[in-house]
């Protein structure tokens, strides 16, 4: 069940705006240790929610790697995420309507300012393993710069030091098809439902790779001149993600992926990295067309303790969430020994 916290103080944003009070969704799962050095907190990808235990089934859960046995397990729904916290469908109080396009632009740091916030709340001092994939990684590595100290173990997957031109234009392109949709104007909670049908659709081919589609959805025989499989496959996606998200949080949260840029306002990215003290693990997707593997091989270069892996996944950036169980052998041999300053290769077979 989602936890609500209320900030009942003005946030402000790195923009200088602020909104006046703030919520936060989360969940928690297992109990701290008397030696608090038990807490591994869960930063979640663009639409997912801080029910961890619903969406990374197989990697953390009763009987997964990450399990409330053995660990206190948190995860924080971002701003911006309808799924309990503060975002475009909350009702603005100097208003008392919700905000739709009225909410203030935020950026990935907000996001982790915020975890701060409930980290404090919840008692939590240091933070055994963050860990965090695609968006999760851009919000877990910002916080290990952000609060050094706090962070005593990292684990980077499918992300990057900034957001790419590339990414950029993925989101961008995701946000003209919810701009041509005339409703998303209208100010209602289904306004935008069409051009976020064909965002998802968009994101879509980002997610996953040309190989993913060649063998998922190849039709049987050369008969068909319409009505592919792939046609179906994408009108489907795309509604699913209607039928549980909003085009107003899908805009804002894309913009705030655009914003993430560690170097900003500090000497430069690399600077930044040379800030993160925790040991690190950085995982890479070989068939990620999204976030490339040389973005996080660039991450293993630059950040001190750092170690590199590499997920070779059929499914592309999306693997993260799929193959649980090589993802899980890759984190078992970086924390069984100190590894650092190393790629480790055989762990998919372990």
């Given at each position: 069940?989602?936890k609500?916290?209320?900030y009942?103080?003005?946030?402000?944003?790195?923009?200088g705006?602020?909104?006046?009070?703030?919520?936060?969704?989360y969940?928690?799962?297992g109990?701290l240790?008397?030696?608090?050095?038990?807490?591994?907190?869960v930063?979640?990808?663009?639409?997912?929610n801080?029910?961890?235990?619903?969406?990374?089934?197989?990697?953390?859960?009763?009987?997964?790697?990450?399990?409330?046995?053995?660990?206190?397990?948190?995860?924080?729904?971002?701003?911006?995420?309808?799924?309990?916290?503060?975002?475009?469908?909350?009702?603005?109080?100097?208003?008392?309507?919700?905000?739709?396009?009225?909410?203030?632009?935020?950026?990935?740091?907000?996001?982790?300012?915020?975890?701060?916030?409930?980290?404090?709340?919840?008692?939590?001092?240091?933070?055994?393993?963050?860990?965090?994939?695609?968006?999760?990684?851009?919000?877990?590595?910002?916080?290990?710069?952000?609060?050094?100290?706090?962070?005593?173990?990292?684990?980077l997957?499918?992300?990057?030091?900034?957001h790419?031109?590339?990414?950029i234009?993925?989101?961008?392109?995701?946000?003209?098809?919810?701009?041509?949709?005339?409703?998303?104007?209208?100010?209602?909670?289904?306004?935008?439902?069409?051009?976020?049908?064909?965002?998802?659709?968009?994101a879509?081919?980002?997610?996953?790779?040309?190989?993913?589609?060649g063998?998922?959805?190849q039709?049987?025989?050369?008969?068909?001149?319409?009505?592919?499989?792939?046609?179906?496959?994408?009108?489907?996606?795309g509604?699913?993600?209607?039928?549980?998200?909003?085009?107003?949080?899908?805009?804002y949260?894309?913009?705030?992926?655009?914003?993430?840029?560690?170097?900003?306002?500090?000497?430069?990215v690399?600077?930044?990295?040379?800030?993160?003290?925790?040991?690190?693990?950085?995982?890479?997707?070989?068939?990620?067309?999204?976030?490339?593997?040389?973005?996080?091989?660039y991450?293993?270069?630059?950040?001190?303790?750092a170690?590199?892996?590499e997920?070779?996944?059929?499914?592309?950036?999306?693997?993260?969430?799929?193959?649980?169980?090589?993802l899980?052998?890759?984190?078992?041999?970086?924390?069984?020994?100190?590894?650092?300053?190393?790629?480790i290769?055989?762990?998919?077979?372990?």
């Amino acid at each position: 069940m989602t936890k609500i916290f209320k900030y009942n103080k003005p946030f402000t944003l790195e923009s200088g705006q602020q909104l006046q009070e703030l919520e936060i969704g989360y969940h928690t799962y297992g109990k701290l240790n008397k030696n608090a050095d038990n807490v591994v907190w869960v930063c979640h990808a663009l639409t997912a929610n801080s029910d961890v235990f619903d969406w990374w089934k197989g990697f953390v859960g009763e009987n997964d790697y990450f399990n409330p046995g053995e660990h206190f397990i948190v995860c924080a729904n971002i701003i911006g995420s309808h799924y309990g916290s503060s975002s475009p469908l909350s009702v603005n109080p100097a208003t008392g309507e919700p905000y739709y396009l009225s909410f203030p632009q935020f950026t990935v740091r907000d996001m982790v300012k915020a975890h701060g916030i409930l980290a404090d709340h919840l008692g939590i001092e240091n933070i055994e393993i963050l860990i965090g994939g695609s968006l999760g990684g851009q919000q877990a590595l910002e916080w290990s710069i952000i609060e050094p100290d706090r962070i005593k173990n990292l684990v980077l997957i499918a992300t990057n030091a900034k957001h790419s031109p590339w990414g950029i234009a993925f989101n961008e392109s995701q946000r003209m098809a919810i701009s041509a949709d005339q409703t998303f104007y209208s100010n209602t909670p289904n306004g935008g439902q069409k051009g976020l049908s064909a965002a998802r659709s968009i994101a879509l081919l980002s997610y996953r790779n040309y190989k993913t589609y060649g063998v998922t959805q190849q039709e049987e025989g050369d008969s068909h001149t319409d009505n592919y499989k792939a046609s179906s496959y994408q009108n489907y996606q795309g509604q699913k993600l209607v039928n549980r998200y909003n085009a107003y949080s899908y805009w804002y949260l894309s913009k705030s992926m655009d914003s993430h840029n560690v170097g900003r306002g500090r000497n430069g990215v690399e600077k930044a990295l040379s800030l993160v003290k925790a040991r690190t693990l950085v995982i890479g997707i070989k068939s990620d067309v999204l976030f490339p593997i040389e973005e996080q091989q660039y991450l293993f270069q630059h950040i001190p303790k750092a170690a590199f892996a590499e997920l070779d996944s059929f499914y592309g950036h999306d693997g993260f969430l799929i193959e649980t169980e090589p993802l899980t052998n890759i984190i078992k041999s970086f924390f069984k020994t100190d590894v650092r300053g190393k790629i480790i290769e055989l762990q998919q077979t372990a």
